[in-house]
């Protein structure tokens, strides 16, 4: 027949620890909680950027081909006519 015997560590045999072990401790947490804090605050909110519908995607071109307007009106008009063409190719559900 086997037994197994656990020995618990005396309490008292262990000395306590020392204030300059504990000031040393609290030191080293307070230096990774400043660096952890810093680390934190120097991230950016990863952002992202939401798809345009086509509506969007053609006012958008319009708007710059309103800019083109009194400088070129041709390719202004090729603008809003590429505009609207792809407005029409995303069909009336996906405006």
Known sequence: MTSA????PNLAQTA?????????GLGVA???LGFALWAAAMQRPVVVPRVLTAFEEAEQ????????????????QDLY??????EMAAGPGKM
Not at 5 to 8: E, I, V
Not at 61 to 76: G, I, N, S, V
Request: net charge neutral.
């Open 5 to 8: 015997t656990l020995h618990s």
């Open 16 to 24: 306590p620890p020392s204030v300059g072990d504990a000031l040393q």
């Open 30 to 32: 307070a230096r990774r």
């Open 61 to 76: 071109l319009r708007a710059f081909a309103d800019e083109q307007l009194l400088t070129d009106p041709r390719f202004a």
């Open 81 to 86: 006519a590429a505009a609207d063409r792809h």
